[in-house]
């Protein structure tokens, strides 16, 4: 948020920007898999140690949640609020399909992996508006 009034002149979000976002993002997911198992044992117990299942398609899941915020800011900034609507629209309507289908089946993993499902929606349909943005202005 703190590029958002330079992401108003701007006509592409800035490559080192992106980049470092994609270097803390996955160091936050490659260090939250390294630690999750070791802190479920201190802080819980092994009745626990499922959790860590969840943990991988879910971690991901933010990764991409938090990439496409990056990208929701840069379209928020430029004004196009409707392009973020349509993608909440999206986003919102494939995680409540998905929870419907895959949490019957799957208890809390048809969650994870539902939550990890709109990521990738939510990504995918963000880019392709900051695409759009790009080639049409």
């Known amino acids: 948020t703190s590029y ?3 992401f108003a002149s701007q006509t592409s979000l800035p490559f ?3 980049v470092a976002t994609i270097l803390l993002g996955a160091s936050g ?3 939250t898999w390294v630690l999750i198992n070791p802190f479920i044992r201190i802080f819980y117990s092994a009745d626990f140690l499922p959790v860590v299942a969840l943990v991988f398609p879910v971690s991901i899941a933010q990764l991409l949640h938090g990439m496409s915020g990056l990208l929701n800011r840069y379209l928020e900034a430029r004004g196009k609020g409707i392009a973020i609507r349509n993608t909440y ?3 919102g309507i494939t995680l409540v399909l998905a929870n419907l289908v895959l949490i019957p ?3 809390e993993s048809g969650a994870a992996i539902a939550m990890l ?3 990738v ?3 995918l349909v963000m880019y392709l508006y900051y695409r759009k943005r790009q ?3």
């Open 105 to 107: 089946r799957m208890a």
């Open 135 to 137: 080639i049409h202005g």
């Open 89 to 91: 629209m999206a986003t």
């Open 16 to 18: 080192r920007l992106v």
């Open 121 to 123: 929606v939510y990504i």
């Open 4 to 6: 958002f009034r330079d």
């Open 29 to 31: 997911l490659v260090l």
């Open 117 to 119: 499902i709109s990521g």
